[in-house]
Each structure stands twice: as structure tokens, then as C-alpha cells.
């Protein structure tokens, strides 16, 4: 089991579709075993509320992202945020974490040891290779949350027969920030064949749209449980963002509106595979809006006359993208792993080394197994550090494998023949047999610049893996000997 930290915005003007990808992963990272904590600016209330469902825990995000992994104990940063630069890679290696990134097309374009560009066709494209890693193209690793997947497996049980007034739902985002809900409605209201129009969108918009299509408009605020709604409509009109391809998993008719740029990659291609219709860009519906009209009528008779491309969606969309991008970490992490070379040996620690420590020191399972549980802010980090390789009464190792870092060991003075000894592993080595190795060669190195010396060791009782580990090196229990809740094994040199 290792960490995870997802860092993610979703801002009122910048909807939610990147939250609820984030989301998807954060669900499919808990069921392989991870641990997950969300860093970002969470400001919208269905952004909050999501979080809240979701039980993520929500934390600062520094803009560097060595400090973000290190602070939260991560193995792996995934990232899902357009701003963020190139120099992010560079960041999570200083830390040595893993960077998992999302990508639309050019937009967050970085190299990453993961990188996944969920679009629809994406697998088709030309993506330049900038020694990324393992590089996930297509419509089988988006994201989907569990409710989506729910919503899926609850329209897959209907008979579905679209009477001659189709019951269409609209939803322009969460939180619609370039205001086309009003438009859309519009729209929609002003079609033959549409009866019942409901219409999902912050309270702020509703005059907007009464203004625009009237009052006999179902207006509802955004919520998660928006999914199930959508999957008893006979049509959706959706922008063309994350939620298009929530509706082509759950099966669910639905034409799509561009309604910023970096949606029209996913729109083109949505309709080139059939899975929606379109109804064009936002700017083609402002300038055309009856033209825009003629099409929902298309589509609701196309509707009405059995003619569904509902099930193209769920053909394409399978929900189980997010479990394939945790798949890629794991397989990412083992081949680290396999780079190792045969001999494992112990160095000084470096200055250069502060971030990757404290991102072993900080991960969960680590820190429930130490005198301070809490975690450690890199700045309170960096000065102990500092102290620490200037202080001739402590010794800190860096263990290694060829060039793969596999823990850290280190040992304090306690009296002129005494010295205490702790290890940490790196997170992602627990569970390839190596804790043994690793505490030999950090005793070996010790045993160089301080021979002769006793070597203690405090281990929680209920620590049973330190417990084997140290009695297996050759310590002993000293019943005369306790560290608070905390038993000594010692070891005479």
C-alpha cells in the first residue's frame, strides 16, 4: 500500500470536470489499496460536496510538487491540472515520487512517468515523444465514478420507449461558468417534440434561463445525484467535457455543446464515432440558434422512431478506465523496481536527499509506527535536516540499489557505547523482502566510523513486521527496558 495525492482545482470558474476524473481515480487508487488525499482550490458548493462524498481528505497544495509529494508522504502524484508546467516531472523526482498526468490533446501537455489523454481517438493522434513514461491514449482510460457505473447498470435494465414529447435534460457543468445554460434552454423549449425540460444549474442562472425559455422549465442546483436523473432522460444536451462521456458509459442519448476550446477535440471526435450528436459550438448556437433548434428536433424524432445511439456509448465507455491508470502506477513502480542492481550498500545522506526523506518519513503506514505520528512541513524538515548532517553524535545512511533508493537508516547517539538505530523503507519497496538487507547494510556502513559500540532499537509492541525484522538480525528483547509504549531490542557489537 502506498500514498497517493491527486492535485486538482475546481474553481467556480472553472467548472468541475477535472474534480470528478480526480474523483473516478481517487475511488479506483482506495479500491487497489492506496491510500488518497486531494491538494487543490476547492471552491465551488458541488465541488465541495463531492469532496465530502467522496471522504477525500483535502490539503495544501504548494506549487512545487516535490514539496506536495514529500509533505504528504506520496509515492505518486497524480495531476490533473491544465496550468501546471513542464517543470513538474523534474519536481515529483526530486522527491522520488512517481507523476501520473492527465492531459486533452496540446492542453496539460507535460511529460510524466504515467501520462493518460482520455479522448476519444486520442490513440490516433500524433503525441510527440518527450520520454514520458508509459504514455494511456483512448476512451478506455477515462475515468468513471462508481455512480456512473451505477447509473449504467440501472438504464441497462429498462425498456425505453420515447413517447411523442421526449423528457430532455440539460446540464452545462456544474457550475456553468461561461453561462450557456440559458441559451441551450432556450433552445430546447423553442424544439417540437420536447416536452418535459429540465434543467440542471446554479440557482444564480435561473433567471437567466426563465428570461430565455419561460417558466415551465424544471430548474434544479447541481448535485451528484445528477447521474441517476440522467439516466431516466430520453435525451441529454451536455457540454462536451467529462460529463459527455459519463452519458455515453451510462448509455444515455445525448448531443453535445462545445462550449470552450479545449472541448472541441472530444466533440469532433465524439461525433465522428457516433457515440452523441452535436449541436454545435456555443458561438455556432448564438449565431445560428435556430438552425440549433432544427437539430434537437432531429434528434428527438430519430428518438421517437427507435433510432437511439445511446448504445454505441456504452459500447465504447466501459467505466473501468480509472482501475487501468492504478494498473499503469503499479506497473510503473515494479519495473522501478526490477532496474535495481544486485548489490545493495549504504552512503552518507546528502543535502540532496531532504525531499525523499521526509516523503518516506510522512507516509501513513510509516508514521503510524513512530514516536511522532504527525506529520512533518518541509520547512520544520529542512532545518532539522540541516542540523542533523552537521551533528557528530547522529549518522544517516541512504540505502541503495544501483541507482533505485530503497529506505533510509539511521542512528543517535545515546551514550559514548550506546547508539539507537531506526529504519524506513521507501514506500514502495515494503513487500519485496528487502527491510533485512537494507538494515545490514546501514549497520555495515555504521560499524566502519563506530566499532565496538551497542545498538539498541525501539519498536512499538504491536509492530510485529520491526519486531521480526530486528530479532531476526540478532537483537534481543531487554525486559529491564522500555521507551515509553516503545520495547528496546539491543544488539552487542
Not at 435534460?169 to 418535459?196: E, F, P
Not at 467529462?242 to 445525448?254: F, K
Not at 549518522?395 to 557505547?417: C, M, N, Q
Amino acid at each position: 500500500m502506498t500514498h497517493v495525492v491527486i492535485r486538482c482545482d475546481a474553481s467556480s470558474g472553472g467548472g468541475i470536470g477535472h474534480l470528478v476524473r480526480a474523483i473516478s481515480v481517487a475511488d479506483a487508487a482506495r479500491e487497489a489499496g492506496h491510500t488518497v488525499s486531494l491538494a487543490g482550490l476547492i471552491e465551488s458548493p458541488l465541488a465541495l460536496e463531492l469532496v465530502a462524498d467522496a471522504g477525500l481528505a483535502l490539503v495544501a497544495a504548494p506549487s512545487d510538487l516535490g514539496v506536495l509529494a514529500a509533505e504528504q508522504g506520496a509515492t505518486i502524484v497524480h495531476v490533473d491540472n491544465y496550468d501546471i508546467g513542464s517543470e513538474a516531472v523534474a519536481q515529483t523526482r526530486r522527491a522520488g515520487a512517481l507523476l501520473s498526468s492527465m492531459e486533452d490533446g496540446a492542453f496539460g501537455r507535460r511529460r510524466a512517468d504515467v501520462v493518460i489523454d482520455s479522448t476519444i481517438r486520442a490513440e490516433l493522434g500524433d503525441r510527440p515523444d518527450d520520454d514520458s513514461g508509459e504514455v494511456l491514449l483512448g476512451i478506455a482510460y477515462a475515468p468513471m465514478r462508481a455512480q456512473v457505473r451505477a447509473a449504467r447498470s440501472a438504464r441497462a435494465g429498462e425498456q425505453r420507449r420515447v413517447g411523442d414529447a421526449a423528457d430532455v435534460l440539460i446540464v452545462m457543468g456544474g457550475t456553468d461558468a461561461v453561462g450557456a445554460t440559458a441559451l441551450v434552454a432556450s433552445v430546447c423549449r423553442d424544439a417540437d417534440g420536447v416536452g418535459a425540460l429540465t434543467v440542471i444549474a446554479p440557482a444564480e442562472r435561473w433567471n437567466e434561463v426563465r428570461a430565455q425559455a419561460g417558466d415551465g422549465v424544471d430548474l434544479i442546483e447541481p448535485s451528484p445525484e445528477f447521474l441517476a436523473r440522467a439516466a431516466r432522460a430520453d435525451l441529454v444536451v451536455s457540454a462536451a467535457g467529462t460529463t459527455s462521456w459519463e452519458l455515453a458509459c451510462i448509455g444515455v442519448p445525448s448531443m453535445l455543446v462545445a462550449v470552450v476550446e479545449n472541448q472541441r477535440a472530444g466533440y469532433e471526435a465524439a461525433l465522428a464515432e457516433g457515440v452523441a450528436q452535436g449541436l454545435g459550438t456555443l458561438d455556432e448556437i448564438r449565431a445560428h440558434p435556430q438552425q440549433a433548434v432544427t437539430r434537437v428536433e432531429a434528434a428527438v424524432a430519430a428518438l421517437r422512431e427507435g433510432r437511439s445511439w445511446g448504445d454505441v456509448g456504452t459500447a465504447l465507455v466501459d467505466g473501468r478506465g480509472a482501475e487501468r491508470i492504478v494498473a499503469a502506477w503499479s506497473e510503473t513502480l515494479e519495473r522501478r523496481m526490477s532496474e535495481r542492481g544486485q548489490e545493495i550498500a549504504a552512503r552518507p545522506a546528502a543535502a540532496d536527499d531532504a525531499l525523499l526523506l521526509l516523503r518516506w518519513r510522512n507516509d501513513p503506514v510509516t508514521r503510524a509506527m513512530s514516536r511522532n505520528p504527525s506529520a512533518i512541513g518541509w520547512q520544520d524538515h529542512f532545518n532539522w535536516y540541516q542540523r542533523v548532517l552537521a551533528d557528530a553524535s547522529r549518522e544517516l545512511y541512504v540505502v541503495e540499489s544501483g541507482a533505485v533508493p530503497l529506505g533510509t537508516v539511521r542512528f543517535d547517539a545515546l551514550t559514548a557505547v550506546e547508539w539507537e538505530v531506526s529504519i524506513t523503507l521507501a514506500p514502495e519497496v515494503r513487500g519485496h523482502g528487502l527491510a533485512r538487507s537494507i538494515l545490514r547494510a546501514g549497520e555495515a556502513e555504521f560499524a566502519v566510523a563506530h566499532p565496538g559500540v551497542a545498538i539498541v532499537a525501539a519498536i512499538l509492541p504491536d509492530n510485529i513486521a520491526s519486531q521480526k525484522l530486528f530479532q531476526g538480525a540478532g537483537y534481543v528483547v531487554d525486559p529491564q527496558r522500555k521507551d515509553g509504549d516503545f520495547d528496546l531490542l539491543v544488539r552487542l557489537s
